[in-house]
Structures are given as C-alpha cells and as structure tokens.
C-alpha cells in the first residue's frame, strides 16, 4: 500500500550572541506576540504565533503554541536535553487553517514535528538551528512542494529572528 503523504524536513539557523540558558529560555516558553510578522503571512492566511508554554518539562511532557487564530498546537515533546536541544510533536487543533483552506490537522499538507538544537560557536556564539518535518499530500506534490518549501523557509526565518531578538542583550 502506497503512503497518502509524502514526507520531508528542512531547517533553518541563525546565530545567536547570548548564553545556551538565555536562548533555552526563550525556545521552550517562546513569547513573540510583540513582533509584526510578514506581510506574506497576512496575506496567506497563515496565523501569528503568540507564545508557547512549556507545561510540562522532558521527555513526553507537553508544549501548548498559541496563535492569533485562536488555535493551537499541544505539543508533545519527544526529546528533551536542556542547553541543547528538544524535538516534539505539532498536533495542531482541527479546524487550523493556513492560506484559507489547508486544515494542518489532517489536509493536503501537515507539519508533524518540529526541532530545536543549540550548538556552540565562536566568540561565544550559539547556532540555534529549527528543524520542521512537513508532508504534502503525494497527489498535489509537485503542485506543491516548491511554495510549501518558500512559505516553510520564510517562517522558520520568522521564527529563529524573533527568539535572537529575544535573546541577546
């Protein structure tokens, strides 16, 4: 039987000028409501994350993200080393929209999981790199993997610039 989705994962990094714990901080209770995100993304449809909390820490523990919608993403954290990195579960709620029709919970395309990893550079430098796993129906692939793939970099860019903005001094 052939898989319904076809599945990949693509990161992005960014360095950091702050500490490991100043950085951890601020990728496991993420708090970036006060930035303006992309014109893009407004007219995309694709909702402004808030904040995300940690409820509860390690492995098999539980993240919430808030978004402007009103949805949310309960994480499920799936490794969990501190100063280093963790990866966890997206589980979006049903009904959470992106670019007007893909529900992320069970359309076209998903984004099942997500990483952080923290790794030390120069001059006190920290390379915080986010990695997303995402799956696009195999039908509409090549339809479209290309603007998934755009839309995927630019947020993962978003995302990376608002915690280093929270981050360093």
Not at 12 to 28: K, V, Y
Not at 42 to 49: A, N
Not at 79 to 95: A, D, I
Not at 112 to 121: I, Q
Request: with cysteine.
């Amino acid at each position: 039987m052939k898989q319904a989705h076809i599945q990949q994962s693509m990161e992005s990094s960014i360095l950091i000028q702050a500490s490991a714990s100043e950085i951890w901080d601020n990728i496991t209770d993420v708090k970036i409501e006060e930035f303006s995100d992309p014109i893009l993304f407004k007219l995309l449809d694709i909702p402004k994350p808030l904040k995300a909390d940690v409820i509860s820490e390690g492995k098999g523990g539980q993240r919430i993200a808030y978004f402007d919608s009103g949805k949310r993403f309960m994480q499920e954290i799936l490794r969990w080393e501190p100063m280093t990195g963790y990866s966890f579960s997206f589980n979006p709620e049903k009904g959470f929209r992106v670019c007007y029709l893909f529900d992320l919970a069970d359309g076209v395309f998903q984004i099942p999981g997500g990483a952080y990893r923290l790794d030390s550079m120069h001059k006190q430098a920290i390379r915080l790199t986010l990695q997303t796993t995402f799956s696009i129906d195999r039908r509409l692939y090549w339809l479209f993997i290309l603007p998934v793939k755009l839309i995927l970099k630019a947020f993962q860019r978003y995302l990376l610039r608002s915690i280093k903005r929270n981050s360093e001094p």
